[in-house]
T-cell receptor
Framework: EDQVTQSPEALRLQEGESSSLNCSYTVSGLRGLFWYRQDPGKGPEFLFTLYSAGEEKEKERLKATLTKKESFLHITAPKPEDSATYLCAVPYRTDKLIFGTGTRLQVFP | NAGVTQTPKFQVLKTGQSMTLQCAQDMNHNSMYWYRQDPGMGLRLIYYSASEGTTDKGEVPNGYNVSRLNKREFSLRLESAAPSQTSVYFC???????????????FGPGTRLTVT
């Protein structure tokens, strides 16, 4: 069964304390992995697409990496404004996405 | 560009009432989607439309109907609302074309629906 699992469910960090979020998947024939950020009361905002193992993408304090079984979202020296829920998703069947339940990140000053 | 817009932002219905959620995108995308998001369940696909004139069921279609009115607009209808349909509904669009790869989806701001 196609599945996406994210861990941890919640993460509390002090400002400047770097950490990583995990997204593991069981989908045959991976055709991409997507990361989104979701602020409370808003729709998910697209961050990155990764297509092949070994690929990395960066945006400000965020870096996403991909292996054959999982993806990591590394957050370097986070700031309070990085607080949000981070979602990952993978395609299945045609052009549909299956989403993980997300990691809720809180960064305290 | 407004991106993906949804109306209304909030709605309260009584059990058995009907309503239509509206969605429009101005990015000339082929594919459009309706999701619901519930605590602990993540985003679940209700219906999607790969192109104008086509629609297909997603993971949780029961109790819903959709219409792809044209390339820009995709509406979601609840014919007889039930408390189990209390949720946040998101519309999304993508330039994905069936058979040519999967592209990122862009989401609207959501509709918060409560059914009492």
């Amino acid at each position: 069964e196609d599945q996406v699992t994210q861990s941890p469910e919640a993460l509390r960090l002090q400002e400047g304390e770097s950490s990583s979020l995990n997204c593991s998947y069981t989908v045959s024939g991976l055709r991409g992995l997507f990361w989104y950020r979701q602020d409370p009361g808003k729709g998910p905002e697209f961050l990155f697409t990764l297509y092949s193992a070994g690929e990395e993408k960066e945006k400000e304090r965020l870096k996403a990496t991909l292996t054959k079984k999982e993806s990591f979202l590394h957050i370097t020296a986070p700031k309070p404004e990085d607080s949000a829920t981070y979602l990952c998703a993978v395609p299945y069947r045609t052009d549909k996405l299956i989403f993980g339940t997300g990691t809720r990140l809180q960064v305290f000053p | 560009n407004a991106g993906v817009t949804q109306t209304p932002k909030f709605q309260v219905l009584k059990t058995g009432q009907s309503m239509t959620l509206q969605c429009a995108q101005d990015m000339n995308h082929n594919s459009m989607y309706w999701y619901r998001q519930d605590p602990g369940m993540g985003l679940r696909l209700i219906y999607y439309s790969a192109s104008e004139g086509t629609t297909d069921k997603g993971e949780v279609p029961n109790g819903y109907n959709v219409s792809r009115l044209n390339k820009r607009e995709f509406s979601l209808r609840l014919e007889s609302a039930a408390p189990s349909q209390t949720s946040v509904y998101f519309c999304a669009s993508s330039e994905s074309i069936v058979g040519s790869g999967t592209y990122e989806q862009y989401f609207g701001p959501g509709t918060r629906l409560t059914v009492t």
